[in-house]
Nanobody, 122 residues
Framework: QVQLVESGGGLVQAGGSLRLSCAVS????????TGWFRQAPGKEREFVAS????????KYADAAKDRFTISRDNAKNTVYLQMNSLKPEDTAVYFC???????????????WGQGTQVTVSS
């Protein structure tokens, strides 16, 4: 079992920044890649970024490539999503999830966190 807990969401003005954190725990946590996803009101959940357990491999959605950075600190068992130049359309609940690798986590994540709200005002 793997447990994931997100934090760091909040209200920010357009153009601002936020850093989300995902605390990962569990006996088998080291076997999993971690991904960030988001779901805006009335929309389907979408992939944002993913990172391998070692941190050596990452993947980004096109909407995140130039503004968001995923990273991890395995000493702290935490995965981060640094979000810069935020836009109102980034408003969503952001989730982290664990999966086998940075590609399979996109469609078949094994474990999910509860989500953290990010609201970007114009």
């Amino acid at each position: 079992q793997v447990q994931l807990v997100e934090s760091g969401g909040g209200l920010v003005q357009a153009g601002g920044s936020l850093r989300l954190s995902c605390a990962v725990s569990g006996r088998t946590a080291s076997n999993y890649a971690t991904g960030w996803f988001r779901q805006a009101p009335g929309k389907e959940r979408e992939f944002v970024a993913s990172i391998s357990w070692t941190g050596g491999h990452t993947k980004y959605a096109d909407a995140a490539k130039d503004r968001f950075t995923i990273s991890r600190d395995n000493a702290k068992n935490t995965v981060y999503l640094q979000m810069n130049s935020l836009k109102p359309e980034d408003t969503a609940v952001y989730f982290c999830a664990a999966g086998s690798n940075i590609f399979t986590v996109i469609h078949t994540a094994n474990y999910w966190g509860q989500g953290t709200q990010v609201t970007v005002s114009s």
